[in-house]
């Protein structure tokens, strides 16, 4: 799972507990007493250290009160940045485009940057990655003309994301190798830490688990030294997906299992889905067929919930995947199919050819080789397009079914796409 903040329109250094307190008190005082100017100041203040050390409760609550008083950009970019958090897509995205409105009347291009790669962000998350591009596109231009270097860093490293989840992972990694020295020179530790985490997934969609652990253990002490109990869990989560692309399935589960309550302490419903889904698989992988069905049902709600397309289709891949191991093939067929138009929908070219892939095994288990051949057709397209490492033996199963058709028909098999 890919893991980034959202870029903070401006920087401001961490305030001391008693302060925020008192901060607190003024803020509700202010709201009491009808005092826009002051609950805004003093609501974005405490606002944005909330939001580094993941109280996205409280920061949607203060920022709600805060629109008692009329439309304020802040407050809206807050919450919207807090229900997004907590896994509500769909009202972050009302508030943010509130805030971008707000912010182009105002003429303040620094914060409608921002919020412009916020927005591409909500849609990233939706699934839509070309208009999360869009959004993305608009910001950088102005993020360069501002100065804004660590949201410049951030929209790079968000870029890059959306490449990986088209399964253009040189353009994603050309994105984050961009994005790397500039969050290093000014200072952004947090944003450091998820460019790293995002290399690492990379790696790990590319087959070289070693190579991802290596960065997801570069990531970890530093979302933790910054105190980002968001970041931290999507870090322990990519750490146990490595462990399992190694075979190792127990620390597999040990990182899941450490992952899971913090997802659920900070509100992160997306994460939380995406943990139980990795559970899920672990427990596929080792047998225990029951209980990775018992976790997929429990993630399949929540990527619904939260509008999470490409997890929803992982997930209903991944039902058909435990199905097809117990022989019912049908059923597996189903979910698989469920799975398919979604993968298409959402642009998802290598999760395609993964579910083409168990589509084409089943027609194969079955005899029907003409379903399968066809199935392996677009898989090995897929391959090429995404540079899959697994085109080479997808190739060679493709031709082998071809060869197995052409002896029963006795025929010379057609010659290769």
Known sequence: MEDREPPGPRAVAPAAATTIARHVEVHRLAVAGQQPAIARGVGDRVGRVWLRTSRFAAVEA?????????????????????????????????????????????????????????IGGVYHGLGDRQRALDHYHQALPILREVGNRAGEATTLNNIGSAYNRLGDRQQALDHYHQTLPIQRDVGDRAGEAATLNNI??????????????????????????????????????????????????????????????????????????????????????????????????????????????????TTLNNIGHVYDGLEDRQRALDHYHQALPIRREVGDRAGEAVTRYNIAMIHRAGGDLDQAIQELEHVV??????????????????????????????????AGP
Not at 244 to 271: F, K, N, T
Not at 290 to 309: M, S, T
Not at 385 to 401: F, G, R, T, Y
């Open 62 to 118: 203060m920022a709600t009160a805060t629109l008692t008083l009329g439309p304020d950009a802040g407050a809206f970019y807050q919450r919207g940045w807090a229900r997004l958090s907590t896994g509500r897509p769909w009202p972050a995205l009302e508030d943010y485009q509130q805030a971008l409105t707000l912010y182009q009347q105002a003429g303040d291009r620094g914060n409608e940057a921002a919020t412009l790669s916020n």
């Open 200 to 313: 690492g997934h990379v790696y790990a969609g590319l087959g070289d688990p070693q190579r991802a652990l290596d960065y997801y253990h570069q990531a970890l002490p530093i979302t933790r030294d910054v105190g980002n109990r968001a970041g931290e869990a999507a870090t322990l989560n990519n750490i146990g997906s490595a462990y399992a692309g190694l075979g190792d399935g127990q620390r597999a589960l040990d990182h899941y299992h450490q992952a899971l309550p913090i997802h659920r302490e900070v509100g992160d419903r997306a994460g939380e889905a995406a943990t139980l889904n990795n559970i899920g698989h672990v427990y596929d992988g080792l047998g225990g067929r029951q209980r990775a069905l018992d976790h997929y049902h429990q993630a399949l709600p929540i990527h619904r919930e939260v509008g999470d397309r490409a997890g929803e289709a």
């Open 381 to 414: 397209d897929l391959d090429r397009q995404v540079d899959h490492p697994d085109l080479e033996a997808d190739s060679a199963i493709l031709e082998q079914l071809r060869q197995q058709r052409a002896e029963d028909s006795g025929s010379e098999p057609p």
